[in-house]
């Protein structure tokens, strides 16, 4: 588990030459900031104060500089590819011409709203419920996401096979409570959201005199849909989430809407079985079908079709877009500079192209064993974590271990890569290349039904800065880029900044997700399947009882956090966080005390762990993400995470009545 000149090489390509090093953990702090008081600020606020959001930007951190990095990259490989004349069909051919048409303004500009002229004269072509669920149908096989959603994936209770699972949906604002918090913030939201739609139809070319009328339509028929649609932290049980029933038990729930032709529509075809996720959604979609009338219909899906594809048309209509999904929603004041929007987009698009050049020319070597390796240190710790519980039965204990050794470890990039040959990429128009992928990507989801579960597909790329648990595989993935640590280039970080970032933060984050309040009910093959003593459940859901509550107390601006919805993810940020350290335990650095810029182990690792989540959003992006988002904002996924450990009291002196300190009977300790 010593590190030292084995992963110097891994990290990074180091330099002979004499380089002055500024160690991160150290400048990054405000030393006038008490860590008794705000670790969070404590740890990064000097980074904060020298570092201010800039105006395109929601946020600022480590996340936007690791971003940078990769988006350089990316850019590179973008702008090669656009200029070498390279055979059609070939992946450097695609890279390049959808870069390019995304780059070529003039032509976008010039187009309009051409590119989806014909979806729109399929809207307005609708003259009976028929005819508007197959328009229905056919939007969403162009990437647009009318009356509801679904998708395939693994049966939650049998994960040797896909399903076709029915969800909420149809809401332009994305998040339920939207329409109906009466909060003067969120009034405000929505009167924005009526002005913004109403800006959107006047580009399709509808009749000044009639778009307020279609307007209240529209959002009349979303917040019929948003009334039936479970809050977010409902959306979190497996269990009531999982309604599984025959076509034609689904005709009968929804008399309006005759699902074999539903099902042909979306050229699904053998199907006989689907999990709906929320019946009480679709039984509102069912009434809606007659209630509202073919024409607000018809305002609605024109809407959704352009709100879908906003971004990828001529600039009034992406400035327009930009105003209010960025600017009121999330308080960006401008947008990025059109290379870095294209290179998002392209790698968004063809991310499984650019990977494979991504790895074979900016990964090195080795990356992916000690990532693996990395990840298997964590897991053995959590072993013996597991088998040190004092609230859990030795049976339940036993059936932990195994599911915690039957974990599948994805690292730093496929073996396999998915066969993107069919899609038609040109330098003439960047929508219709944007809706050919996304056409290829609905294509490819659906193939999927009927056939085996491919275990080894990967659903990131390479190059993406995130990583995830999938419950359904019992697997983590940890892209490749997860390697990169700021500040560090040119020399390997110490194990301290290892295992607070790649340790804990990543391995030890998703492997707890394992075994989460959502997780915790899947067994080792994936399957809904409830493995505890009725004994330790009822134990463990007191623990994450408490978790609930800790969160529900913090609160910024005026928006108490969601502990319902993010206990998933506070769960395994303390599981993280407390496994990371564990591991670290066992360096050297740790067991000989070496101190760095005055800064001894334990200090350094919950530091680097402060330094994993050193993110500043503007405050609308912070309102969204409190009624959006599952994660806790940054300052208390560090806070609240930290403030049950007592290693972390003793490394920074942490006293009663201090606001990191929880007493002893509130502290949560699960994993």
């Not at 380089?19 to 150290?26: A, C, G, M, R, S």
Request: glycine fraction near 6%; proline fraction near 4%; aromatic fraction near 12%.
């Amino acid at each position: 588990m010593i590190f030292a000149t084995a992963i110097a090489t891994v990290l990074y390509n180091c330099s002979k030459k004499e380089q002055t090093f500024v160690d991160p953990l150290e400048i990054n702090r405000d030393t006038l900031v008490d860590p008794s008081q705000d670790f969070f600020h404590y740890a990064n606020g000097g980074w904060f104060k020298k570092n201010p959001i800039p105006a395109s930007e929601e946020s600022n951190g480590i996340f936007r500089m690791i971003q940078d990095t990769i988006n350089n990259q990316i850019r590179n490989i973008c702008e090669r590819s656009a200029k070498e004349e390279s055979v059609k069909g070939s992946n450097k051919q695609k890279i390049g011409d959808f870069y390019a048409s995304g780059m070529d303004s003039i032509a976008i500009d010039k187009a309009g709203i051409l590119p989806i002229k014909s979806e729109l004269t399929k809207i307005n072509s609708i003259n009976d419920i028929p005819s508007l669920l197959k328009t229905i149908g056919y939007l969403h096989t162009i990437g647009c996401d009318p009356g509801f959603s679904f998708y395939v994936a693994q049966d939650d209770k049998n994960s040797s096979k896909n399903a076709l699972k029915l969800l909420q949906g149809g809401l332009g604002l994305g998040e339920r409570d939207y329409y109906f918090n009466n909060d003067e913030e969120t009034k405000k939201i929505r009167s924005e959201y009526a002005k913004h739609i109403q800006l959107m139809l006047k580009f399709l070319g509808e009749k000044p005199d009639n778009i307020e009328t279609q307007t209240s339509s529209i959002l009349k028929l979303e917040t019929e849909l948003a009334k039936f649609s479970r809050k977010i932290e409902a959306l979190r049980n497996p269990i009531k989430n999982y309604n599984k029933m025959s076509v034609a038990q689904l005709n009968a729930t929804t008399p309006n809407i005759e699902w074999n032709e539903m099902l042909n529509n979306l050229s699904i075809i053998k199907v006989d079985s689907v999990i709906v996720g929320q019946p009480e959604f679709y039984k509102a979609f069912n009434t809606t079908v007659k209630s509202f009338s073919l024409n607000d219909w018809k305002n609605y899906l024109k809407w959704n079709l352009i709100n879908s594809y906003a971004s990828y048309l001529s600039k009034d209509i992406n400035e327009q877009n930009f105003k209010f999904y960025s600017t009121v929603l999330n308080g960006i004041k401008v947008q990025k500079p059109r290379w870095k929007r294209i290179v998002q987009q392209t790698d968004s698009s063809l991310g499984e192209l650019i990977g494979q050049v991504y790895v074979e020319e900016y990964l090195p070597k080795g990356t992916k064993e000690k990532l693996l390796e990395i990840g298997n240190n964590i897991r053995s710790v959590y072993a013996e974590h597991i088998k040190k519980l004092d609230w859990m039965s030795n049976v339940t204990k036993q059936k932990a271990l195994y599911k915690l050794s039957k974990i599948v470890m994805k690292v730093g990039y496929p073996d396999k890569w998915k066969d993107m040959s069919s899609v038609v990429i040109d330098k003439n128009s960047y929508c219709k290349n944007v809706m050919n992928i996304n056409k290829w990507e609905y294509n490819y989801y659906i193939s999927k039904l009927g056939k085996p579960v491919d275990r080894q597909e990967w659903m990131m790329y390479p190059q993406t800065y995130n990583a995830y648990y999938n419950p359904s595989n019992n697997e983590i993935c940890v892209p490749a880029c997860n390697i990169i640590v700021p500040g560090f280039e040119g020399r390997m970080p110490d194990d301290a900044v290892l295992y607070g970032i790649i340790g804990g933060s990543t391995f030890g984050h998703e492997i707890t997700h394992g075994f989460d309040d959502q997780g915790s009910q899947y067994d080792e093959n994936g399957n809904l399947n409830n493995w505890w003593t009725a004994e330790d459940l009822e134990k463990f859901k007191a623990k994450t009882v408490l978790i609930v509550n800790q969160f529900n107390k913090y609160k910024i601006e005026n928006k108490n956090i969601n502990g319902d919805a993010t206990q998933g993810e506070n769960i395994a940020d303390l599981g993280g966080v407390v496994m990371g350290f564990e591991a670290f335990k066992k360096t050297n650095q740790y067991k000989t005390n070496q101190s760095i810029g005055g800064l001894t182990p334990d200090k350094r690792y919950f530091l680097a762990y402060g330094y994993a989540w050193m993110v500043n959003h503007q405050k609308e992006a912070l309102m969204r993400r409190i009624m959006v988002d599952v994660h806790s904002p940054a300052q208390y996924r560090v806070n609240g995470a930290l403030s049950n450990i007592p290693d972390f009291y003793k490394a920074f002196n942490i006293l009663p009545g201090s606001p990191m300190y929880q007493p002893a009977d509130l502290r949560v300790m699960i994993w």
